[in-house]
């Protein structure tokens, strides 16, 4: 009876597979992946701009940067100690962003989940998985998924 019981528990554990994630997506929320920025729509402020001013800010010390046709998304994540002011991290960020480019729309996020699908997204584009128009649905899902959890 045993051994049928442990050979079960190994045949469910074989059967277990784990996502189809690229280095930085399995590690990216136990350290700092630092992820390229992703820029679909080719107009407007430059995604490596916004990146450095996001990671002027001392709290932050690892930042997923996304601009889209309409929306820019930001997912970063914040130092352990700063999670207490989370929220207002968040809100002094999207107001300063939105002070220094008033011509794009952002969407900022600390949510960790937010911040992983980011990571997942640029190893999608970058092993040629999903094109432009398939980055920029991702891209308005997560829009959404953010906008569900506020």
Do not use: W
């Amino acid at each position: 009876m045993k051994a049928v019981v442990y050979i079960l528990a190994i045949l469910f554990l074989v059967g277990c597979k784990m996502p189809d994630d690229g280095p930085d997506s399995r590690l990216a929320l136990i350290k700092t992946t630092n992820p390229e920025p992703i820029q679909i729509e080719k107009d407007g402020a430059s995604v490596e701009g916004i990146r450095n001013e996001v990671n002027q800010v001392d709290e932050i010390y690892d930042a997923a940067v996304i601009k889209g046709d309409h929306n820019t998304l930001v997912a970063y994540k914040v130092r352990h100690l700063d999670r207490f002011r989370m929220k207002s991290i968040e809100k002094e960020l999207k107001k300063h962003l939105e002070g220094k480019y008033k011509d794009e729309t952002f969407v900022v996020s600390s949510d960790y989940k937010i911040f992983l699908e980011a990571v997942r997204l640029r190893e999608d584009i970058d092993s040629g998985k999903i094109n432009d128009k398939q980055a920029d649905k991702r891209l308005h899902q997560l829009i959404r998924l953010k906008k569900e959890r506020t």
